[in-house]
Each structure stands twice: as structure tokens, then as C-alpha cells.
């Protein structure tokens, strides 16, 4: 069950110096229903999350419309972090898109992962790196991209996420409505 944890950090710190088997222990997997949130608005954010198994969306509202600002899938950190480490109100919901799984990382596991490993700081900064550019790069691309640019590049990256999330759940993360979005993929589709 924690194999995937290790296996993401070891990709991004290879030479991390952490002892795992201090980490079993502190380690708790969270079974996720469909549909079923994490965390919403105006709630703290309780616990950093490693996705075992499972998809999920994070979204807020706006004039009472649901507006998907990413997913998260299998062998990605979750969370609401400023939340978390502030204390304060997420401004996000987090919902699993189907049945999901997930390694919950308590304060004693985060503090074993980075204040006291060799290597914790920098493997810290790694992990805040690697969710600030992947929100970077979704921000700029809905400044500077077409509806059907952002749709390529998801097809590109992730092919298989769009197998697994509802229709309407991909035109609001694409900034379109679920009609356009059929559009986009017949117009696509023609071209092709």
C-alpha cells in the first residue's frame, strides 16, 4: 500500500535518506466513495493525501456554478496546503470523481519526512516545485490557450484521464460549456 508513496519519493529525491519503516506506522489508508468530498469551502484542510487508487476533482463555486480547476489522479500528492499549513478555510472543494483510495500523511509522518530526514527540506521544496509549476502551467494555459488548445495538451498528457471524467467535468475545467466542448470534439474530430 505505501510502495507508490516511497516509489514518488524516490523519483523525485533518489537519494532522499529516509527510512521508510519509520513511516508504515504514521501512514493511514483512506477508502473515498464516489462523489464523496474531502474537504469543502470554509472547512481546514486536515491532512496532506497520496492518491493509491481513485480520481478527484478540486473546484469552487462561483455565482453557484462549479468551476474544475484540476484532477488529480493515482501517484499525485493532494491536499489543500495553504490550508493546512496556515490553519485557515480552504476556498476549494475536493471530490473523488470514483471510488478512491488514499494515504492520509499525519503531522508526526510530515515532520519524519522533513524536518528530521537528511534530505527533508529539499525534498520539501521538490514537492512544492512540482505542484507549483503543474498550477502555473494550468494557469497560463487559460490565459494564453484556445478551449481546444487546453483539450490537445490534456489529450497529449494525460490520454487516459479523459476516459475517466465526466463530460460536464472536463468543459468546466476547459473554461466551456458541456455543449461547446461537443463541438470542439466533432470540429477536432473533422480535422483528423
Not at 507508490?4 to 523519483?11: E, N, T, V
Not at 473515498?32 to 496532506?48: N, V
Not at 510530515?110 to 521538490?126: A, H
Request: glycine letters at 4%; hydrophobic letters at 40%; charged letters at 30%.
Amino acid at each position: 500500500m505505501q510502495q507508490p508513496f516511497y516509489d514518488f519519493i524516490s523519483r523525485l529525491l533518489p537519494n532522499h535518506g529516509i527510512d521508510f519503516s519509520k513511516l508504515d506506522s504514521q501512514l493511514r489508508k483512506q477508502t473515498i466513495g464516489k462523489g464523496d468530498y474531502l474537504f469543502r469551502e470554509g472547512e481546514i484542510c486536515q491532512f496532506i493525501g497520496f492518491i493509491i487508487k481513485g480520481c478527484f476533482r478540486i473546484f469552487i463555486l462561483k455565482d453557484d456554478k462549479e468551476i474544475t480547476f484540476d484532477f488529480f489522479v493515482e501517484n499525485r500528492p493532494i491536499a489543500d496546503y495553504e490550508s493546512y499549513f496556515r490553519k485557515q478555510p480552504t476556498r476549494f472543494y475536493l471530490q473523488a470523481i470514483e471510488s478512491s483510495e488514499i494515504l492520509i500523511l499525519n503531522d508526526v509522518c510530515l515532520d519524519l519526512l522533513f524536518e528530521k530526514s537528511q534530505n527533508g527540506q529539499r525534498l520539501q521544496r521538490l514537492v512544492v516545485e512540482t505542484l507549483f509549476f503543474r498550477f502555473r502551467d494550468k494557469l497560463l494555459s487559460l490565459y494564453m490557450d484556445e478551449p481546444d488548445e487546453r483539450y490537445l495538451k490534456l489529450l497529449e498528457t494525460e490520454p487516459a484521464l479523459l476516459q475517466r471524467i465526466p463530460q460536464y467535468y472536463l468543459a468546466s475545467y476547459l473554461g466551456i460549456e458541456p455543449e461547446s466542448l461537443s463541438r470542439l470534439k466533432k470540429r477536432l474530430l473533422s480535422r483528423s
